[in-house]
């Protein structure tokens, strides 16, 4: 089978000679001559190239994504649906409501950013879960405008979506998703793969050691994009069944690698605050719709926003190889800097998080410069036990950002465990954290900064839970911790 | 034709021109321009050192290469080799020294983008690094400056000092902001019939593309044609600094007769084009027991970057506002643009207002600080007023009452005293998190301050179908200039928006245009496209007087496409008709406009004289939360007043606000531009610099434009409305600083921009940690 093969604007279009790590932005403007999308960045944080991609295997049916078409390399396409700006109306049809709202509401204005901002509405119009005023700010996260100041596109969002009109892109929705044969893809020497089952995805994996696994490609795009890197062979796992969530018989969770960010953050937005509280934070729609569970973790990049959060909750990784399936628990992952306990021709095939005891306190912060769609500088996941005699009986704080690799802080851990559930004991604990970690000095912000914040997140952590087990956040928080309300009786806590 | 004409559409909310374009991604923008077969690729090659010189450059490796055409160095360059928009002391391409990180030192031109790269890669320059200064500091140290130092001064300082019961002395560092327009800098050249070039760029100013092409190329102007499309956003990135990319292509494309294109990607744009200047403000200001200014003193000191650019004229607007809303009975100001080894930095929205603004605010913040004063009385008690309290540090007269009757309304529309109490209280009762509000005053000066540049042209071409091209000298860069336009020409000649088309901005249908900038495109365009319809509308009266046998043509009207005698509408004939009547009778359908602003003059010598048509004023205030652990803060709401004349489209204008407010915000907040020690910018993507986004944005955003103000010799009463709103971001400091005082009392020492770990800083500080 010789060539990606997907739908583009409800055509079938074979790609046969390209080079497997093109990306879809630079083949549909170059090859496909469709310059509606644009280029803003080619570094997924943008908006302006943003398509929408028909998501049949999502946990609520099948659904309209909107993604960064500068992070999809062709290979993940194969087998795959794609709408892109010109494909939403034609020149003698009524725009589509997503562009007709943007006129009215005169949410254009240099327009470069539009397609994208449309592309974004395009999605919101047919989705059923955005339900929660925030949701909007996070539909929209990913767009950057640097003309309207957003108050236009806010209430062009908020107009359109979930309309959901009986249209041609409703009822692609309901249409069969047939499957298309796997991909074994040779072109100028650089193999591409998208194996439908473990037999061809660890035949490749055994012939080809340094073969390049593509999840979402959140990652490994800018790989492409910004270092220019090469690929001899590429596999995208896409069309393996790695996909999804299930709740365990104890109340625990088992979520599949490549399930999606923004799958799981609808997933555990009642029962798993804390690790919704990452989520929202994390990237931008775009980047959530591709971005995966697996790619986050296997990245092992220091300031992945999963990983801190996985420390606190215990979380134990499934991996899988030729040879089968082994358990690793988190805290044995992480090896060193961007090394994992991943084998030659192993996979990370599911992560399964423990039922959070009734006794526990959690919660989860992320700060990084901007709010929405930035990379941290200091997330943690912040767990403590509480015994019926107000002692803590376990902890576990994981960090990001402050060591080579995702880490714990056993300093702070080791100040509360058998001291009581007190705003001394996190005063004592934010203390001891300055020796846990020796954090660097970047463009995020120094390691004084770095240092005082994880030192200050743990005292805000006992404000925020000494009333509320797991406190889901505010609608528009000022920061990443909730507002105390001024009339909290742990004023002293402040100082 | 039955019922009453359709009213004129000035003055009425409209969608954008383009807006239909822009939804279904048909609006073409020069890079979506396929180019003609055989179109090559160009891609600079720069210097990695911010400061070295060049003692070797080979080219045999790239040109080697499979889909390498060309590689071009200095000496290829066959007409004029330095380029710049006022001096020209550029050079194009380095001849044997560099002196900034970006610095082009070649180009290479490739039959695929690809191969451009890849021969750009291969390119080898032998440096020998120099010493590089690269702030502002340095330069002072080493005293280098660009021009002379400006001086604007008056009264008896010494006097006013000896009166003076409070004085506050500081220092005032405003950061660097990457423009980050959404589309970067691109251009298209092709090679045309007769030695002709033609240029398509994004850019802010087509005519200087278009001189410094010929100028590149060794060719008059008229072998030179520059074609503007529209541009993904300017904000003064795109005034003078598209030209260097566009003069490379044409470089390459004078050398292979092949057209040729250019694009940066946002690496490139970010890290080797010029940004706002920082600047360093040393200030001295006297207050008597009131709080009334008595004197002011500061020095200005910009870093210009390697070049001139724009920094002269972008010092003098900073010494213009250093007053902002402020009389200031003494006072001497001084400016100096430093010259250091980073890539130029340029226009952008404010062009300096904003940063001589900062520093009587921060004059302002530190006296309420101190003396626990509101920070809004203490400056509506320095406002100007009358007589002589109505005179700027340069002599021009302010006229006072618009921003009295700005701030009365806002001050009782955004409940500010309440507001302001509320917040004292919830900040005595919340620990970690504190609330803090501020006001912004906008008194912003219109036109360029060179006086020549105040002009305008525009060719209006009436067809005898009764449709209409319209052409004027003003680029669309998304502030909808082009829905003005085609707002004032509708309502000259009376026809409906969808009878006119705005046409490419084109430097072969008006000649010698400003740049689009100063805020000044719909003031000087405007007038220049009435002054042209005017003059087909006047023509067209004498055909259709006789058409209606009218009494004679004043009696004649021009409205929605039709025309009829004043007072007697049902007898009316369609426009189509009088334009074919006058083809017909061979009267000419087309026309020039022109447009001069009157009364423009400074005389720098004296630092007196009158830089501004008019001031533009406005009214801000701004609630913030701010979280004491982490440094992160909120808009929570904002209230702007803001003053647009009698504004041509109120929807347009609504957006210029919200829009330049956003990135005033961001300029001194969420954005900062980092460079490591060797001068190489590190943030160069929006992965690291961070632009405000959807959340940024405030929920609660309350614009409303000033009511009954229309502005006496501007077109149809309008003002200008660009830059001017970017001032109001500057309440973010206010706010932000009055929420820190939640934190412990007294003067705030605050960084800037205000990022989280600069608020940490400010927070633990206050609270005496
Ligand atoms: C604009 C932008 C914003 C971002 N914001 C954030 C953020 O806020 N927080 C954050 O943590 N990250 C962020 N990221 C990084 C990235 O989105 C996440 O790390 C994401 O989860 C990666 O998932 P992916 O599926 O896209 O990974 P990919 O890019 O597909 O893969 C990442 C790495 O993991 C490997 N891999 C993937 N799946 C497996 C598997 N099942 N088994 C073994 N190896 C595997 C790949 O080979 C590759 O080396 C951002 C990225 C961008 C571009
Ligand atoms: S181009 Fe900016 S997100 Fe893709
Ligand atoms: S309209 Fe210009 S960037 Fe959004």
């Keep these: 089978m010789d060539g990606v093969r997907f739908t583009l604007n409800g055509a079938a279009v074979t790609v046969t000679d390209a080079t497997p790590q093109t990306t879809l932005l630079d083949w549909l403007r170059q090859s496909a001559h469709l310059t509606g999308t644009k280029e803003g960045c080619a570094e997924g944080d943008c908006g302006a190239c943003t398509v929408a991609l028909l998501d049949t295997e999502a946990p609520g049916g099948p659904t309209w994504r909107a993604i960064n078409s500068c992070l999809v390399l062709l290979p ?41 901002v449309v592309m974004s509405l395009f999605e919101a119009t047919y989705r059923k879960d955005l339900g929660r005023p925030w949701q909007l700010d996070d539909q929209l996260s990913g767009n950057l405008c640097r003309c309207t100041g957003y108050r236009p596109i806010r209430e062009a969002a908020e107009a359109v979506a979930g309309t959901a009109p009986a249209d041609g892109f409703a009822r692609a929705l309901q249409a069969d998703a047939s499957a298309l044969p796997a991909l074994r893809w040779v072109h100028d020497g650089a193999e591409a793969h998208v194996p439908t089952d473990f037999d061809h995805l660890f035949e490749v994996l055994a012939k080809h050691p340094d073969a390049r696994l593509v999840a979402g ?259 528009r928080p000022s920061g990443t911790l909730l507002t105390p309300s001024p009339a909290t009786p742990h004023a002293e806590a402040a100082r | 034709m039955s019922g009453a004409p359709k009213p004129s559409p000035l003055h009425r909310s409209t969608e954008h021109e383009s807006a239909v374009q822009h939804v279904t991604g048909r609006a073409m923008y020069t890079d979506d321009l396929a180019g003609p077969t055989g179109t090559l690729h160009a891609v600079p090659v720069v210097s990695p050192h911010a400061h070295a010189r060049i003692v070797g450059r080979h080219k045999a490796k790239a040109l080697a290469l499979p889909g390498v055409v060309a590689v071009l160095f200095a000496d290829s360059i066959p007409g004029h080799g330095d380029i710049g928009p006022i001096v020209q002391d550029e050079p194009l391409l380095a001849r044997d ?110 005519s200087e593309v278009q001189r410094e092409v010929a100028s590149v190329l060794g060719v008059g102007a008229h072998r030179v044609v520059c074609e503007v499309p529209r541009m993904g956003g300017g904000f003064g990135g795109k005034e003078s600094q598209s030209t260097p990319w566009a003069c490379l292509a044409a470089l390459g494309a004078w050398h292979t007769g092949r057209a040729v294109k250019i694009r940066l990607d946002r690496a490139q744009d970010m890290g080797w084009t010029g940004k706002r200047h920082p600047f360093l403000g040393r200030y001295k200001a006297g207050f008597d027991a009131q709080g009334v200014l008595l004197v002011f003193e500061a020095e200005l000191f910009s870093n210009g970057g390697w070049s001139h650019d724009l920094s002269l004229p972008v010092l003098d607007r900073a010494l213009f506002h250093l007053d902002n809303a402020c009389y200031v009975p003494a006072l001497r100001f001084e400016g100096r643009a430093c010259n250091t080894h980073l890539p130029s930095n340029t226009a952008f929205r404010g062009f300096g207002g904003p940063q001589g603004i900062l520093v009587i605010e921060d004059a302002l913040n530190r006296l309420a600080e101190r003396l626990g004063w509101d920070p809004a009385e203490l400056r509506a008690r320095n406002f100007y007023g009358d007589a002589p309290r109505d005179r700027t540090p340069y002599g021009q007269a302010v006229p006072a009452p618009r921003l009295l009757r700005t701030w009365d309304l806002l001050r009782a529309s955004s409940e500010y005293a309440a507001r302001r109490a509320a917040i004292e209280a919830f900040n005595a009762s919340s620990p970690f998190v504190k609330r803090g509000i501020g006001v912004q005053f906008v008194k912003f000066g219109i036109s360029f301050t060179k006086a020549v540049l105040n002009q305008a042209g525009a060719l209006v071409l009436v067809y005898s179908d009764g449709t209409v091209q319209l052409n004027h000298g003003g680029t669309e860069m998304g502030q909808g200039l082009h829905t003005k336009m085609l707002t004032v020409c509708a309502h000259e000649l009376g026809v409906p928006k969808d009878r006119v088309r705005v046409m490419t901005t084109a430097t072969d249908k008006v000649p010698n245009t400003s740049a689009t900038a100063a805020s000044s495109g719909s003031d000087l365009n405007g007038a220049a496209v009435r002054d042209a319809c005017v003059a087909v509308r006047e023509r067209m009266k004498l055909v259709a007087a006789e058409l209606l046998g009218a009494p004679g043509p004043d009696s004649v009207r021009f409205q929605d496409g039709r025309v009829f005698v004043e007072g007697a509408q049902e007898h009316c004939v369609d426009f189509a008709q009088v334009a074919l009547e006058c083809w017909l009778r061979q009267i000419s359908l087309s026309a020039t406009g022109f447009y001069r602003t009157p009364g423009i003059a400074y005389d720098e010598a004296k630092g007196q004289g009158t830089p501004f048509y008019y001031f533009a004023y406005g009214a801000s205030v701004l609630e913030v939360e701010l979280n004491g652990l982490t440094g992160e803060h909120r808009l929570l709401r904002a209230d702007i007043l803001h003053d647009v004349g009698d504004s041509l489209i109120p929807s347009i204008d609504r957006g210029q606000v919200e829009g330049a407010f956003l990135q005033g915000y961001g300029w001194l907040t969420c954005e900062e531009c980092l460079w490591d020690a060797d001068g190489r910018a590190t943030t160069v993507g929006p992965s690291t610099y961070k632009v405000p986004a959807v959340g940024e944005a405030p929920l609660d955003f309350r614009v409303e434009l000033l009511p009954e103000a229309a502005q006496e010799g501007v077109i149809h009463g309008s003002k200008a409305v660009g830059e001017p709103p970017f001032i109001h971001g500057i309440a973010a400091i206010t706010a932000l600083r009055h929420a820190i005082q939640g934190f412990g009392e007294g003067e705030v020492t605050l960084e800037l921009p205000a990022s989280p770990e600069h608020l940490l800083r400010a927070i633990e500080a206050q609270r005496g940690d």
Aim: with cysteine; proline share 5%.
């Design chain 1, 76 to 116: 993940q396409l194969h087998g795959q649906s794609i709408v892109t700006v010109e494909g939403l109306s034609g020149r003698r049809e009524p725009l589509h409501p997503a562009q007709q709202i943007m006129v009215d509401k005169l949410g254009s204005q240099c327009g470069y950013c539009t397609p994208g």
């Design chain 1, 217 to 475: 490609a959140t990652d490994v795009g800018l790989d492409v994009t910004k270092k220019g890197a090469r690929f001899a062979c590429m596999v995208s796992l896409h069309a393996l069944p790695l996909r999804g969530i299930v709740r365990t018989a104890e109340g625990g969770w088992r979520i599949g690698a490549t399930t999606r960010l923004s799958d799981l953050e609808l997933a555990v937005q009642d029962d798993l605050p804390a690790l919704a509280r990452m989520l929202r934070f994390f990237g931008s729609r775009q980047i959530k719709n591709r971005g995966t569970v697996g790619g986050n973790l296997c990245n092992a990049s220091p300031i992945g926003d999963l990983a801190p959060v996985l420390l606190a909750l215990d979380a134990t990784l499934v991996l899988r190889s030729a040879a089968g399936e082994r358990r690793v628990g988190i805290d044995d992952f992480f090896l060193a800097y961007r090394k994992t306990a991943l084998g030659v021709g192993e996979i990370l095939a599911a992560v399964e998080i423990p039922p959070v005891p009734a006794d526990a306190r959690l919660s989860a912060y992320k700060v990084s410069k901007r709010r929405e769609m930035d990379i941290s500088a200091v997330a943690c996941g912040l767990l403590v036990r509480v015994g019926a005699d107000g002692l803590i009986t376990h902890a576990r704080f994981g960090f990001g950002g402050m060591a080579a690799t995702p880490a714990r802080a056993a300093a702070a851990e080791a100040a509360v465990i058998g001291q009581p559930f007190s705003a001394g004991t996190f005063a004592a604990a934010a203390d001891a954290s300055r020796q846990d970690f020796n954090p660097l000095s970047d463009h995020r912000g120094s390691a004084w900064y770095r240092a005082t914040v994880a030192s200050n997140l743990l005292k805000g952590f006992f404000h925020e839970v000494h009333s509320e087990a797991a406190p889901a956040l505010a609608d």
């Design chain 2, 97 to 206: 020294e560099v002196f900034c990180v970006g610095h082009p030192v070649a180009v290479v031109l490739g039959e695929t983008l690809e191969a451009a790269r890849t021969g750009a890669a291969a390119v080898q320059v032998d440096y020998e690094p120099l010493p590089a200064r690269l702030t502002i500091d340095a330069a002072i140290e080493a005293g280098t400056f660009h021009g002379k130092p400006h001086v604007i001064q008056r009264g008896d300082r010494d006097a006013a000092w000896a009166r003076a019961a409070h004085t506050v002395e500081g220092e005032v560092r405003s950061p660097a902001q990457d423009h980050f327009y959404l589309e970067t800098h691109a251009s298209l050249v092709v090679p045309e019939d007769g030695g002709t070039w033609k240029v398509t760029c994004s850019t802010q100013h087509p």
